[in-house]
């Protein structure tokens, strides 16, 4: 049975980590997209997530380099755009909407899948949610313009996807690209301190590695 664990690590044991990892596999890779190591050995495999503010070039840790990343947090009704240089908060803003039926507690867009957008309400709900998308994006672009982004750290409700990249503003960065770094959390409503705890989060490395495979990883910091 699987037991997989996680264990977190600063960005400052990060080197002595992945070259204790690197000793014990017979294969490592890294994979961007993700931002991760992956190791194997005998069909066996473990990873580790790198802190966002960790640079790899050519498939080595660079710790020098100065990340500066753009994070956007999008859910029904709220959203939280910041842009980040290595541990640092250079500049945020969270948006809000009024896009909600406060009576059943459904977002205006899921709302106009079954029943439409006849009544008063719904349209002043789902001008609110036009404005929301465009507003993001217009901040999204004067970023975009202003700071060279190593990374996008995204999280977006799928729902909301289609208004986000279908909004009359456009959205400054393509579906597909490269530099997006889609954010492995749960989200819950994107205030700024939400943001903030997004932050430390993606800041920490994280091992993840099943117990019953590889016992001795669970005390891998003891040996750094």
Not at 208 to 215: K, L, R, T
């Given at each position: 049975m699987s037991q997989q664990q996680s264990s977190f690590f600063s960005k400052d044991e990060v080197q002595s980590l992945h070259s204790k990892l690197a000793e014990q596999f017979e294969s490592v890779q890294y994979n961007f997209e993700k931002h991760q190591f992956e190791y194997a050995q005998s069909g066996r495999e473990t990873t580790l997530r790198l802190p966002i503010h960790v640079h790899v070039k050519d498939g080595q840790l660079d710790l020098e380099h100065s990340v500066k990343y753009l994070m956007l947090l999008v859910q029904?009704?709220?959203a939280s755009v910041g842009v980040f240089q290595d541990e640092e908060c250079l500049e945020h803003k969270v948006f809000t909407a009024y896009m909600v039926r406060k009576k059943q507690g459904r977002s205006q867009i899921k709302h106009?899948?079954?029943?439409?957008?006849?009544?008063?309400?719904?349209?002043?709900r789902l001008a609110s949610g036009i404005e929301f998308f465009e507003n993001i994006n217009t901040r999204l672009t004067r970023h975009m313009k202003e700071n060279d982004f190593d990374r996008i750290a995204f999280s977006c409700s799928k729902i909301l996807l289609p208004y986000l990249y279908g909004s009359k503003v456009p959205t400054p960065f393509d579906k597909k690209d490269e530099r997006i770094y889609k954010i492995p959390k749960h989200l819950h409503q994107p205030t700024f301190e939400v943001m903030l705890g997004m932050q430390r989060f993606l800041n920490k490395a994280e091992l993840?590695?099943?117990?019953?495979?590889?016992?001795d990883l669970g005390e891998i910091r003891n040996y750094l």
């Open positions: 029904t009704s709220s106009l899948k079954t029943k439409g957008k006849s009544r008063a309400g719904s349209r002043i993840i590695f099943d117990e019953s495979e590889f016992p």
